[in-house]
């Protein structure tokens, strides 16, 4: 069942345990969303500009790993890693290309082992830390970058919402 | 410009500060998502099913309505509040019924009239108010009610987003 409050939680500082509150309802929904679908209801392209619902699943995952680098380790992805997620990240025709023929549970899993290092490395830290400027991007911090995560999730759950609704 | 931080805000105190940036972050970004678009623009429907970026606008003003009944005045919709708005809160038939030929700067200005409502009454109330359950509804906290409200926007952002891309 989904927690319908957002209040400080065991094993986080008050106000990260808040905003862990907010990204596990966001990502409640959001699985709630692609449930049951199939291998095609994930991959079908409802026109020739539409993001698939599978590909809008690789890339929630793939803007977390990339605030992971942000704000865990003080970084932008390395060549390498942006190269690897920037079909996720850009959807479009990369995205169209590449983020296709999946099984479901692999869209699944890769949320979970993501999620698990965010809460792991969230529980380490304090509200101060939440509160200051990231390192490598002072015009943010920590606590708005991780509500991004969660604020795109919910933006790309509408969308999933209003194409599952016309898949059949 | 976008505040790309969340932080305590002079006016609110400090939790409380921290949602009504949550709260600016998701407003701006809807105005953004519908600025400069047309009369017909807000009208138009993507298919027989879909809802007019106007009636996700006035769905928008309406849920913010809904939740500072809930919240600030701990109660319900009376009946004829929800006959008044049961068109933007449920959408559908309905609300293409009803929620089209306004004006653009006529969503805007509800939206605005309703959040200078809103902060009006989180800058009277406190962190302890903010997590306590709704007397209205014992299952949900002030906070999470708030959160949903941004939320909700968020989510109808995701779709405005998209229907905006297919208009012309």
Same mark, same amino acid.
């Given at each position: 069942m989904k927690s319908l409050r957002i209040e400080p939680l065991a094993g986080y500082t008050p106000t990260i345990g808040r905003l862990v509150c907010v990204l596990a309802y966001a990502r409640q929904t959001l699985l709630a969303a692609v449930e049951g679908l199939s291998r095609e209801d994930l991959d079908h392209l409802h026109d020739a500009r539409s993001n698939s619902?599978?590909? $809008? $699943?690789?890339?929630?995952?793939?803007?977390?790993?990339?605030y992971q680098a942000l704000t865990f380790e003080d970084r932008e992805l390395s060549a390498s890693e942006a190269a690897t997620w920037s079909a996720a990240l850009e959807l479009g025709d990369e995205g169209r290309?590449?983020?296709?023929?999946?099984?479901?549970?692999?869209?699944?899993?890769?949320?979970?082992?993501?999620?698990?290092?965010? $809460?792991?490395? $969230?529980?380490?830290?304090?509200?101060?830390w939440l509160e200051r400027p990231l390192a490598a991007a002072?015009?943010?911090?920590?606590?708005?970058?991780?509500?991004?995560?969660?604020?795109d999730e919910i933006n790309h759950r509408g969308q999933i919402r209003w194409l599952r609704a016309r898949l059949h």
């Amino acid at each position: 069942m989904k927690s319908l409050r957002i209040e400080p939680l065991a094993g986080y500082t008050p106000t990260i345990g808040r905003l862990v509150c907010v990204l596990a309802y966001a990502r409640q929904t959001l699985l709630a969303a692609v449930e049951g679908l199939s291998r095609e209801d994930l991959d079908h392209l409802h026109d020739a500009r539409s993001n698939s619902i599978g590909a $809008l $699943l690789a890339h929630a995952a793939a803007v977390e790993r990339w605030y992971q680098a942000l704000t865990f380790e003080d970084r932008e992805l390395s060549a390498s890693e942006a190269a690897t997620w920037s079909a996720a990240l850009e959807l479009g025709d990369e995205g169209r290309r590449q983020l296709r023929g999946r099984e479901p549970h692999s869209y699944v899993d890769e949320l979970a082992g993501t999620r698990k290092v965010t $809460l792991a490395a $969230l529980a380490k830290r304090d509200d101060a830390w939440l509160e200051r400027p990231l390192a490598a991007a002072p015009e943010l911090n920590a606590h708005w970058a991780w509500f991004h995560v969660a604020e795109d999730e919910i933006n790309h759950r509408g969308q999933i919402r209003w194409l599952r609704a016309r898949l059949h």
